[in-house]
């Protein structure tokens, strides 16, 4: 059984950067059919897709809303997965969810079989 526990500040300044590490147990990030995901839930909104990485690391996939200021990479030896998040907005304050699905990038919640307890990140002067 696959589990995923996210980690990282919970408070940051407009402008200022934040990096959310999500572990990865039971499972190994480099095994072939996982893509590993972020998403996030702000407050009175649904969950929406952040970003994407394939199942072998070579592409990945962003919201238009984080596109050029997020980036989401791995450590397969720490068998760790990260979103860093540059340029932060208030309007990205959520809370963010890790996730794992089968097969290619998708960006439907409904796709993803593994999710982490998420944390709150929020954006405020």
């Known amino acids: 059984q696959v589990q995923l526990q996210e980690s990282g500040p919970g408070l940051v300044k407009p402008s200022q950067t934040l990096s959310l590490t999500c572990t990865v147990s039971?499972?190994?990030?480099?095994?072939?059919?996982?893509?590993w995901s972020w998403f996030r839930q702000a407050p009175g909104k649904q969950r929406e897709f952040v970003a994407a990485?394939?199942?072998?690391?070579?592409?990945?996939d962003y919201a238009d809303s984080v596109k050029g200021r997020f980036t989401i990479s791995r450590d397969n030896a720490k068998n760790t997965v990260y979103l860093q998040m540059n340029s932060l907005k208030p309007e990205d304050t959520a809370v963010y969810y890790c996730?794992?699905?089968?097969?290619?990038?998708?960006?439907?919640?409904?796709?993803?079989?593994?999710w982490g307890q998420g944390t709150q990140v929020t954006v405020s002067s």
């Open positions: 996730a794992a699905s089968w097969g290619p990038i998708r960006i439907e919640e409904s796709a993803y079989i593994y």
């Open positions: 990485m394939s199942r072998t690391g070579g592409s990945s």
């Open positions: 039971g499972g190994s990030i480099t095994a072939s059919y996982y893509t």
